[in-house]
């Protein structure tokens, strides 16, 4: 069974100022990694995927995110907080289903991330 | 708008009703998902279907929950006899890779 750990339920940044989500994870095979994203009220958002390319992953409003192997790790960051980066974020590792073919998803229980004016 | 949809948005049941939620996927992909995500928590994997064929169905978390997608387009997920430990809102995810799921913004069901 893969899982995956978020290591803050909260981050508090202020604007402007760098983010930093923390997330390990475990699995037995060779993982597939995204980082979700959920504002209030709307549905969840891809932001990156990791799936055995480039370590480094770039995503989209400026987040990206490194997996570390040795380290199992899949932090995210971003340089600078904007206030519209304020939501819910969950690290997520895909696995196959007693199916062997269903790629479904394993969440983490989410980092609520504030950003301060 | 292109994205997945859910009906309905919101649903207020009592205790021992059944009720049922329709989802319908992007109209390309033929991998579907449902998932539940309960307050404070990260989504949880329900089940899934590529095109008509549910695949995976074991996490299902009790007989009175089941889901259909008879042509392979949009699913029906339903709940019988529902239960206040039912309230939560489920999310639907639709995909052409199995890799990339692009979800639904969910039905919330709560249960009184």
């Known amino acids: 069974a893969q899982s995956v750990t978020q290591l803050d339920s909260h981050v508090s940044v202020s604007e402007g100022t760098p983010v930093l989500l923390r997330c390990n994870y475990s699995?037995?095979?060779?993982?597939?990694l995204f980082w979700y994203v959920q504002h209030p009220n709307k549905g969840l958002q891809l932001l990156l995927k990791?799936?055995?390319?480039?370590?480094l992953v770039k995503g989209i409003n400026g987040f990206e995110a490194e997996f570390k192997k040795s380290e199992t790790s899949f932090h995210l960051t971003k340089p600078s907080a904007h206030m519209s980066d304020a939501a819910e974020y969950f690290c997520?590792?895909?696995?196959?289903?007693?199916?062997?073919?269903?790629?479904?998803?394993?969440f983490g229980s989410g980092t609520q991330l504030t950003v301060l004016p | 708008d292109t994205g997945v949809s859910q009906n309905p948005r919101h649903k207020i049941t009592k205790r021992g009703q059944n009720v049922t939620f329709r989802c319908d996927p992007i109209?390309?992909?033929?991998?579907l998902y449902w998932y539940r995500q309960t307050l404070g928590q990260g989504p949880e994997f329900l089940t899934y279907?590529?095109?008509?064929?549910?695949?995976?169905k074991s996490r299902l978390l009790s007989d009175r929950f089941s889901a259909e997608r008879p042509k392979g387009s949009f699913s029906t997920l339903e709940i019988q006899r529902t239960e206040q430990g039912d309230s939560a809102m489920y999310l639907c995810?639709?995909?052409?890779?199995?890799?990339?799921?692009?979800f639904g913004p969910g039905t919330r069901l709560t249960v009184t």
């Open positions: 995810a639709s995909s052409l890779t199995g890799l990339e799921q692009y």
């Open positions: 699995s037995s095979y060779s993982p597939s």
């Open positions: 990791y799936t055995s390319a480039a370590t």
């Open positions: 997520v590792v895909s696995d196959r289903g007693s199916s062997g073919s269903a790629r479904q998803l394993t």
């Open positions: 109209s390309e992909h033929n991998r």
């Open positions: 279907f590529q095109n008509e064929a549910q695949l995976e």
